[in-house]
């Protein structure tokens, strides 16, 4: 950031909201708030649910276009009347700091350095990588089998590479014995969208648990009526894992701060692009 503010460049992150998505309105706002806070440019462009696909692509096409844009992510998900993959396959892959372009799935895959991770899995491997957890040869296993969570996570951890070099399963809801799996999982990933499914009794004792779920469910003795909580059952899992990661505040905040690494990322490749 100081060098390229040195070079007269400040990274643009342009988050675009279509319709009215209750969580997705939260998760952009938040988006812009800590983009604004480390001092990038972060705007939100919001359109009604109404819009068309062909509407979004060209606005797409428009910040695609804008040397002030430096990264784009389009929050998903999307109404149902717009498809989502012609979306992100329009965001040009310089462009793409979701990582979800299938440009930078593969250069993920391959494991070369030059494209954009996804976030999410991104902010998981360095939650591992400066807590000192030890992936190498480590048993990991992945609740999940999503293109935003759990394929790109099995994809970073059997990198051969720091952070990665695991042995790794990917589990989900065609998985036999699920359990059995968990259960012998140096480095247990939880990303099912199930609320507090993975309790103790499923975690080896000493396990590094990382809880990637984000579910609301009701609370009464909450004044709002509902609570965030995570994949894993907490206080019982707590009490077996040798670390945890907490809902909310343990891989959200990673993800965030992966999107502005991303977006850093892309001003400084642009910058060396054009001799800034
Ligand atoms: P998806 O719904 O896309 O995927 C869920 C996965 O879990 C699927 O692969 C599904 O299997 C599997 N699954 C569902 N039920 C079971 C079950 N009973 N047993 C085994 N596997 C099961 O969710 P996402 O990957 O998008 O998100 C997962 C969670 O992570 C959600 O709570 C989401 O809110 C949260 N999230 C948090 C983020 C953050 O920044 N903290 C970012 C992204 C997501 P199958 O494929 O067979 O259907």
Do not use: W
Request: glycine share 10%.
């Amino acid at each position: 950031m100081i060098a390229l503010a040195a070079r007269g460049v400040v990274p643009g992150l342009s988050v675009v909201l279509v319709g009215d998505d209750a969580a997705s309105a939260v998760y952009v706002a938040n988006k812009e708030k800590f983009a604004r806070q480390v001092g990038m440019h972060g705007d939100t462009i919001r359109l009604p649910a109404s819009t068309t696909q062909a509407e979004l692509l060209a606005l797409v096409e428009q910040l695609n276009a804008d040397d002030a844009v430096h990264g784009i992510l389009v929050q998903m998900p999307l109404p149902s009347h717009i498809d989502p993959d012609v979306v992100i396959r329009h965001i040009a892959p310089h462009k793409d700091v979701d990582g979800f372009h299938p440009v930078n799935v593969g250069k993920m895959l391959i494991g070369h350095t030059d494209g954009f991770l996804p976030c999410t899995p991104a902010g998981v491997i360095e939650l591992l990588v400066r807590s000192g957890v030890e992936t190498r040869g480590a048993e990991a296993v992945i609740v999940g089998r999503s293109n935003i969570v759990g394929k790109p996570m099995a994809a970073l951890l059997v990198q051969a590479r720091a952070g990665g070099d695991a042995t790794v399963t990917v589990c989900h809801s065609r998985s036999r014995d699920l359990f059995e799996h968990t259960r012998r999982a140096d480095i247990l990933i939880a990303a099912v969208g199930r609320a507090e499914m993975i309790r103790g009794e499923h975690i080896k004792p000493g396990a590094t648990v990382i809880d990637v779920g984000m579910n609301r469910v009701a609370d009464a003795s909450r004044a709002s009526g509902s609570r965030l909580c995570g994949d894993v059952h907490f206080e019982s899992a707590e009490a077996v894992a040798g670390k945890i990661t907490p809902v909310p505040g343990g891989v959200g905040p990673m993800t965030i701060a992966m999107l502005l690494q991303n977006t850093v990322r892309a001003a400084e490749r642009t910058a060396s692009r054009i001799g800034a």
